[in-house]
Structure formats: C-alpha cells, structure tokens
C-alpha cells in the first residue's frame, strides 16, 4: 500500500530546516506486515529530541531513514501469528521492541533487548527485515517504528494496547517521554518519598521527570535549565527551586538552596556538561542519573576518587528502565486519576508537511513536546 512518510536523505543540513528542509514527505510504498508484524495508521506522533539527534547527525543512522518514533494510532491489519491484537484496537509505539528470549529480557529489562537494540541500529524492524520503499530504494525504519507517516508496519513487540478512550495525541507521549522521564524517577532510581531532586533539561523528558518527582512524593525539586520560559512553567508544574544554568554561581546556589546537594539528580538534556552538572550538585553518597543521549564520540570526565570516597552513583537510564506493557497501562491511570498531568506538555499540534517547521522550534527550545497529527 501507498503511504506518506517524512524520509531523512542527508544528516546535519543546516538550521533554520524550514530552509534546508532535512526531512522530505514523500508518498512510499509499505509492504503488508510479515509473521509477526502488524500495520499500524499512525494518528499522532510526538517530535522528539530522539529524532532531532538523528536529523542533526549527533545520533549516526543509517539513511535514507524515515522518522518517528513516540507515537500512537490504530491497527489496519496483522500478520501472521498476531493473535492479541485486532484491526481497530488503540496502540503506543515503543521505541524498543524486546524479543522476550535474550538474557536482558529474561530478567526483565525489555529496554535492553539484544537484538531489538541490533535491529535498531541497523535500521529493520526486529526480524531484520525493512517493509519501506520508494522506487528502487529501500527506506530504513527509525526505531523500529518510523512514525511521522500515515501508516507504518512495525513488530508486534513494538506495540502496546492502550484505552481507546484516550486521545492519540496525548497517548502518543506514552511511548517515549512519558516512559523515559517518569521511568527515569520511579524505576532507575527508585526516589523515595521526602527526597531532594533535581532535574536538569526542561525538555518533554525533563518535564516528566519533574512529574515523576511529584508523583514520588520528592519534598524538593530543583528545575535547571537555560530557557526563562521553561523554568517558569517548571514552577507552574511543581517544581519548587528553579535555575538558570547561565548565571555566574548557579551551583553553589543550587548547593546552598539544597543543604550541600539533592539525593537524586537527572540529566535529561543529551549534552556532557549538563551531565557533569548534574554529577556536581549531587550530594555525597547520592545518585545521579542520565537519559540523554549525546554524540557517541563525546566523553565524561570524573575524579574516580569521589565515587568511593563520598559512595557516589551514577547511573544510566534507557526508555525509562520500564517494562512498557507493564508501565504504559499503570502511568494512563495514574494520569486519568489526575496524578500525572503530562498533557499539559503539549505545546500544540501541526501537520506532517510541516514537520520540519517544528523541528526548528524543537531545536530552539521554545516547546515541550509537539504532535504531528494525521
């Protein structure tokens, strides 16, 4: 079938993309999903900094590649062997499709599937193989899911049956920021209710986390960031201190606001120094974690001596450490209840021909999260 998809020729054109325009909307062609595989019309997808990585190059992917991958939509058709999942049923994409056989898996921690972390480098679905054409070029999936499209084909592992009560737009934040902020929180480091926390990024993942604080009952929440506007709706979310990494003895402050340092700290912004800023306002025998995901070739430089002698941790978080069929359903009700309000991330919807518009604005750090609908 025929379906239209943003494809990624060439990484690291250059900013404003409303002029370089990295991302092309072409009309493709999807095969019908193999054993296994499901097609899935897409109805919203979140533009994230997971995409924005690969478009700008500081995430290496095979292209062509057509990208999205935080999304929602309905199931069209299932192939062979899917017998859980019926045409009509609501679904989230998750960006890591777990095998359910591979020693990660087995002891529960589909985030670090072998061979979905294998495929997705190569840019297949998990069996390996690729259902994305145009002409005589075969397309490259982006996680897996390839979303900013009308429709896609993905693996059975890569979908989630969700409440159909709920809008795509707001479903589609489930399957990465959602899970990668709050899971950052409540998973990889387990806050305890009356801890300091900090969180520096005020992205949609930065936000969640700072949901994800609330919701584990944190006493403290620093918010840390370089956007006036973010800090401010940070405050309106929660968060009790807030900083503006720019200003000269920003850390001290944060030391001094936070009695010599918060227990737990998150860097949600994909850049080294963000992380060591992170690593410095932890306190002695705390525990900072990272999400973000800077260049490969970026490094982190650390006095190993503090490790041992003030019994620091540092520890990295990947889709949240969640098991998404597990996650995914818990977060819907606790955000139905009220308890984790992530739909007021979203800063506004736009079509898929202007999708690299919303980039731009991705890239200037003036929106948390924006949703393609289709």
């Known amino acids: 079938m025929e379906s239209r998809a943003a494809v990624l020729y060439e990484m690291g054109l250059p900013r404003p993309y409303a002029d370089s325009r990295p991302l092309k909307v072409e009309t493709v062609k999807l095969d019908e999903p193999g054993p296994g595989e499901v097609l899935v019309r897409i109805r919203a997808a979140g533009l994230c900094h997971s995409d924005l990585s690969v478009?700008?190059?500081?995430?290496?992917?095979?292209?062509?590649?057509?990208?999205?991958?935080?999304?929602?939509?309905?199931?069209?058709?299932?192939?062979?062997?899917?017998?859980?999942?019926?045409?009509?049923?609501?679904?989230?994409?998750?960006?890591?499709?777990?095998?359910?056989?591979?020693?990660?898996?087995?002891?529960?921690?589909?985030?670090?599937?072998?061979?979905?972390?294998?495929?997705?480098?190569?840019?297949?679905?998990?069996?390996?193989?690729?259902?994305?054409?145009?002409?005589?070029?075969?397309?490259?999936?982006?996680?897996?899911?390839?979303?900013?499209?009308?429709?896609?084909?993905?693996?059975?592992?890569?979908?989630?049956?969700?409440?159909?009560?709920?809008?795509?737009?707001?479903?589609?934040?489930?399957?990465?920021?959602?899970?990668?902020?709050?899971?950052?929180?409540?998973?990889?480091?387990?806050?305890?209710?009356?801890?300091?926390?900090?969180?520096?990024?005020?992205?949609?993942?930065?936000?969640?986390?700072?949901?994800?604080?609330?919701?584990?009952?944190?006493?403290?929440?620093?918010?840390?960031?370089?956007?006036?506007?973010?800090?401010?709706?940070?405050?309106?979310?929660?968060?009790s201190d807030t900083f503006d990494a720019r200003e000269d003895g920003m850390e001290e402050a944060i030391r001094r606001a936070t009695a010599g340092g918060v227990d737990y700290a998150f860097e949600t912004a994909g850049v080294v120094d963000a992380l060591h800023l992170a690593f410095r306002i932890t306190r002695r025998g705390g525990v900072t974690v990272t999400s973000g995901l800077p260049h490969p070739?970026?490094?982190?430089?650390?006095?190993?001596?503090?490790?041992?002698?003030?019994?620091?941790?540092?520890?990295?978080?990947?889709?949240?450490?969640?098991?998404?069929?597990?996650?995914?359903?818990?977060?819907?009700?606790l955000f139905r209840q009220g308890r984790l309000p992530v739909d007021r991330l979203l800063s506004g919807t736009l079509p898929l021909e202007q999708i690299n518009e919303g980039f731009d604005r991705l890239a200037s750090g003036t929106v948390a999260r924006l949703v393609v609908t289709t």
């Open 55 to 239: 478009i700008d190059g500081s995430r290496p992917r095979p292209v062509p590649m057509a990208l999205g991958h935080e999304a929602a939509g309905e199931v069209v058709q299932t192939g062979e062997g899917v017998t859980d999942l019926s045409p009509g049923d609501h679904v989230v994409c998750i960006f890591v499709p777990s095998c359910g056989h591979c020693l990660p898996c087995r002891e529960g921690r589909p985030a670090l599937c072998e061979p979905g972390a294998e495929a997705n480098v190569k840019g297949t679905l998990l069996s390996g193989a690729r259902r994305i054409h145009r002409g005589e070029t075969t397309i490259h999936h982006h996680l897996g899911v390839s979303a900013f499209a009308d429709y896609a084909v993905v693996s059975r592992h890569s979908l989630v049956k969700v409440d159909p009560r709920l809008p795509f737009e707001q479903a589609a934040l489930f399957g990465c920021a959602v899970m990668t902020g709050v899971g950052a929180v409540l998973n990889t480091a387990g806050v305890k209710p009356g801890s300091s926390v900090a969180i520096v990024g005020l992205g949609g993942v930065g936000l969640c986390a700072l949901l994800g604080a609330r919701l584990a009952g944190a006493r403290q929440i620093v918010a840390v960031d370089v956007q006036g506007e973010k800090l401010s709706f940070a405050r309106e979310l929660g968060a």
């Open 297 to 333: 070739d970026r490094r982190l430089s650390i006095p190993p001596v503090v490790l041992t002698a003030e019994e620091r941790t540092i520890k990295g978080s990947y889709v949240g450490s969640c098991v998404p069929q597990r996650d995914i359903p818990r977060y819907i009700d």
